[in-house]
């Protein structure tokens, strides 16, 4: 499996702000993935992101509220742009490692925008 | 395309009862199913996988789930409950090896009564 670090881990903003979250892979991996859980609901992919192009996005998000960069193999950042309160969700970076078949997830990064 | 379905969206069990979560599934081509469990203020984690080989899955945590192609079912099993399962079980579905594809139910509340 891969371990994956995701920051910040929580954070609280303010209306109309953006803010920056960090995934950090300990293995080179080609797809890395950005998925948000709204409270009490599943997980729904915003994106799916490869190293050298553009993020491919899911039907309801685009780049614009969402910027995804992916410099490497193990870094990938996740933009919420002028944020509001409907954006508040645990925002989850993902990876499938290599051969595995499987998804492996961070620990999340839980945002509340007041 | 894949679907998930996940029959209770809350499941409570005494302390030693069996744990029983229900998941169905549809998908066009041979599917990879997954359990993950969501700890309260955690990310997700792996608890086991089918990818075609053995019906019958061990995961971690003393989990088990049998894949039944006739009722096209992943139900997730554990013979003793125990306080510390307590979490929100998700059930997804892959038609592929990549992330991209991956189908998420809409997640079981398991509460483990005293």
Known sequence: SAVISQKPSRDICQRGTSLTIQCQVDSQVT???WYRQQPGQSLTLIATAN???EATYESGFV???FPISRPNLTFSTLTVSNMSPEDSSIYLCSVEATGSNTIYFGEGSWLTVV | AQSVTQLGS???VSEGALVLLRCNYSSSVPPYLFWY???PNQGLQLLLKYTSAATLVKGINGFEAEFKKSET???LTKPSA???DAAEYFCAVSGSSYGQNFVFGPGTRLSVLP
């Open chain 1, 51 to 53: 190293q050298g192009s």
């Open chain 2, 82 to 84: 125990h306080m510390s």
């Open chain 2, 10 to 12: 809350h499941v409570s």
């Open chain 2, 37 to 39: 469990v969501q700890y």
């Open chain 1, 63 to 65: 780049i614009d509220k």
């Open chain 2, 73 to 75: 079912s992943f139900h």
């Open chain 1, 31 to 33: 797809m890395m993935f």
